[in-house]
Structure formats: C-alpha cells, structure tokens
C-alpha cells in the first residue's frame, strides 16, 4: 500500500505565497520522478512542474520564474513553493509520483496519485 498526502494549500492574496508538501508512504522501493498538477474548476488537470529523483526541473510556462519544485529524497517528500500567486492559481492542486514498490529483488512500477489540496487566491 502507497499513500500521498498533500499539505499546505489554502486561502492566500494576490501576489502572497504558499509552501505545499507531499509526502509518499507505503512499501516503497524507489521513486523516479514528483510532480505537481493543478485542476481548477471546469477545466481539465494540468502539469504544473515535475522533478526527476537526480533533481532536474521543468515547469509549465505559466508558473515559471514563480513556483519552485523540490524533494528530499531522504523524506520521500516533494514541496512546491509558490510565489506571486494570482487567481488564475486558484485549483485543487494534486501530488504524483513515478514510483517502485517491493526490492532489488523485484519491484512493480506505477503512478500514483495525492488526494489533493485546495489553493485559493483572492484578488
């Protein structure tokens, strides 16, 4: 069993910031690559960043120079800054990890996903 549990969304202004967490529990072996998707209201999920388990990033245009994607692998943790928020930010903000359960011995690989945390920002 894998869990991820997302936290540190919530109410903030425009042009505040907040510090989301996702942490992977479970029978897991390795993770590969975290991260971060963003779902607001009548549209459909969208990639926000990503980071490899060697640290390499990528964002989408519409966050970069803004958001900032990390991980402690120790932690089995990603963490997605965000700064100068604007409304078009406001969405349920989902976890997602490419991840190995079992041992060197065997392992099965799969996607899984956060529960998700509600972002909202106030103009």
């Known amino acids: 069993q894998v869990q991820l549990v997302e936290s540190g969304g919530g109410l903030v202004q425009f042009g505040g910031s907040l510090r989301l967490s996702c942490t992977a529990s479970g029978s897991i072996f390795r993770i590969n690559a975290m991260a971060w998707y963003r779902q607001a209201p009548g549209k459909q999920r969208e990639l926000v960043a990503t980071i490899t388990n060697g640290g390499v990033t990528n964002y989408a245009n519409s966050v970069q120079g803004r958001f900032t994607i990390s991980r402690d692998n120790a932690k089995n943790t990603v963490y997605l800054q965000m700064n100068s928020l604007k409304p078009e930010d406001t969405a349920v903000y989902y976890c997602?990890?490419?991840?190995?359960?079992?041992?060197?011995?065997?392992?099965?690989?799969?996607?899984?996903w956060g529960q998700g945390t509600q972002v909202t920002v106030s103009s």
């Open positions: 997602n990890a490419d991840l190995e359960r079992g041992s060197w011995y065997g392992s099965t690989r799969g996607d899984y």
